[in-house]
């Protein structure tokens, strides 16, 4: 467990806290996992808990999702009140941070023994044109997550409205089209629904199994 400290601000509203965020960590995937650079010294004004490189927000709603998964099942958010939810956006096909975030969730559950039954995970898909169901289910059994991962699908004017709502950004890449540039965040929701923490692709498994407790509890 990191013994440096997180960072906390006053935000005015979570769209701008979540615009702002994504401006920071919108990036191909072609190298290594970077932690976000956090603006306006933010770092040196932490808090004494937390992660470093996880930000704690002020809680308010997170934004709906309604989309169904790889499956055909419908699915929303909202169904999981109660629990913990890690709500990630991915794409079958990405070749380095997807994976890597997708393997690190599977640790953090596994760390989290019999309390991962407190958590669940929730992948948007950033691709519509690639996500097919069987792209995706190669995914979800290579990275060990049936039944751990709810992989939300759909088309692109389907998938854009939560895209607007969490302020992701999605875009093909120009003369590759097999890559997609994205967020890559994680965003830590509790029971009440309120969107509470986000963590950036280089999290820790540690750092998720620890604070799902917490947010299950709120």
Partial sequence: ????????????????????????????????????VL?????????????DGTLA?????????DLRNYL??????????????LVTFLYAHCPDVCPLIASNLRVALN?????????????????????TPAAVARFVRAHEMVGRMQYLIGSASELARTWKAWSVGSKREAGQPQLVAHDALV?????????TT?????????????????????
């Fill in 1 to 36: 467990m990191s013994s440096t400290p997180s960072w906390r601000r006053a935000v005015p509203a979570l769209a701008l806290l979540l615009a702002i965020v994504a401006a920071l960590s919108f990036a191909l995937f072609k190298g290594s996992a970077n932690k976000p």
């Fill in 111 to 131: 760390l989290l023994g019999k309390r991962a039954s407190q958590a669940q995970v929730i992948a948007v898909s950033v691709d519509p044109r690639g996500d």
């Fill in 187 to 195: 965003y830590g929701i509790g029971a009440s629904g309120k969107l």
């Fill in 72 to 85: 055909g099942k419908r699915v929303t958010l909202a169904e999981y009140r109660g629990r913990a939810v």
């Fill in 57 to 65: 927000l002020p809680a308010e709603q997170a934004p709906a999702i």
């Fill in 198 to 218: 986000i963590y950036p692709d280089s999290f820790e498994p540690s750092e998720i199994a620890h604070d799902v407790p917490r947010l299950a509890a709120g």
């Fill in 39 to 51: 603006p306006g010294g933010a770092q040196q004004a932490a808090s004494a808990s937390g992660f």
